[in-house]
């Protein structure tokens, strides 16, 4: 198999598509492979031109070479969750507890059988990796960044220990009553001592919020929204995504076109695997609410 790093590290004249395809057209009919010092989830050409921030987009991140990352994780006590007053003292993060914890990477990745015909066509093989594969893995990552990774090491925000959970009876039939729901949730984010930034929602949610007029009012407190079909419908994640955690990337992602060698079930001569590395470092698990509408 043809493995190598990309002609154009800095992605300033090729896409990653361009370059698995060139990769492709080099292997003379065998498999192929190209090593990206990027996330590939970074790298959807439409993100730019039609904006829809992805879990990863609400996080500050960094890069992890090698093994686990140490960070600092606080935890409040839950003795004291009731007692709230205008004084430090009164203040949860008064009694946060801090504690070491470590961060591993998983490789998450998404495959897609492709034909022949698409194969052999470099301009062609090269848009659908960059506008149909690589959105797929953006999805995968929500996924994981949401409900975390099968092999436990990136922790799902909608599964925190220390997630708090609310319930809002009765808001989800209207726009307005389910703003208001919101915006007491993002009070609540708050009294933990952070900024509400961010919220997770359906898509069927946002489209509500955006007929009944709402969304102004979401973006004139600074709030960024994500939607996704990756949690329920009659669920928001609210939170203080930008101090609760820290997204981590590995220093390359992975695209490789395959060949079996005969046609699959499906009739698929080759596909295509998009993978990157990913971890989860949560600090502040406690800054984040869980509502039900």
């Not at 921030?53 to 992890?64: A, D, F, H, L």
């Not at 960070?71 to 004291?80: I, K, L």
């Not at 995504?241 to 981590?248: C, E, I, P, W």
């Not at 080759?270 to 949560?282: D, H, I, N, R």
Request: aromatic fraction near 4%; hydrophobic fraction near 40%; charge should be negative.
């Amino acid at each position: 198999m043809l493995d190598y790093l990309i002609d154009d590290p800095g992605l300033r004249e090729r896409g990653p598509g361009e370059e698995l395809a060139i990769a492709v057209a080099r292997a003379g009919g065998g498999d192929a492979a190209v090593r990206v010092r990027a996330p590939l989830t970074t790298l959807f050409p439409l993100a730019s031109t039609r904006p829809r921030p992805t879990v990863r987009e609400q996080t500050k991140g960094g890069v992890v070479a090698g093994g686990p990352l140490r960070y600092v994780r606080e935890h409040r006590d839950e003795a004291r969750g009731g007692e709230r007053g205008p004084t430090y003292g009164g203040t949860p993060e008064a009694v946060f507890r801090p504690s070491v914890a470590k961060a591993e990477l998983t490789e998450i990745s998404v495959a897609v059988p492709v034909p022949a015909e698409l194969c052999s066509d470099p301009a062609l093989l090269a848009r659908f990796v960059e506008h149909r594969v690589i959105v797929r893995l953006c999805t995968v990552e929500n996924e994981v960044l949401l409900r975390g990774s099968a092999d436990g090491a990136v922790p799902g925000l909608l599964e925190l220990p220390g997630l708090r959970r609310s319930s809002a009876a009765g808001s989800g039939a209207r726009a307005g009553a389910a703003l208001d729901a919101l915006m007491e949730g993002c009070a609540e984010v708050e009294e933990m001592g952070g900024s509400c930034d961010g919220l997770v929602m359906h898509p069927a949610l946002y489209w509500r919020l955006v007929g009944g007029g709402a969304l102004p009012a979401l973006d004139a407190a600074g709030l960024r929204v994500t939607r996704t079909r990756m949690i329920e419908r009659d669920r928001v994640l609210l939170g203080d995504f930008r101090a609760g955690v820290t997204l981590l990337d590995g220093e390359e992602s992975t695209l490789a076109l395959r060949r079996p060698g005969a046609p699959d079930a499906s009739g698929a001569d080759a596909t295509v695997t998009a993978s990157m590395p990913l971890g989860l470092a949560v600090h502040l698990p406690q800054h984040f609410l869980l509502l039900s509408l």
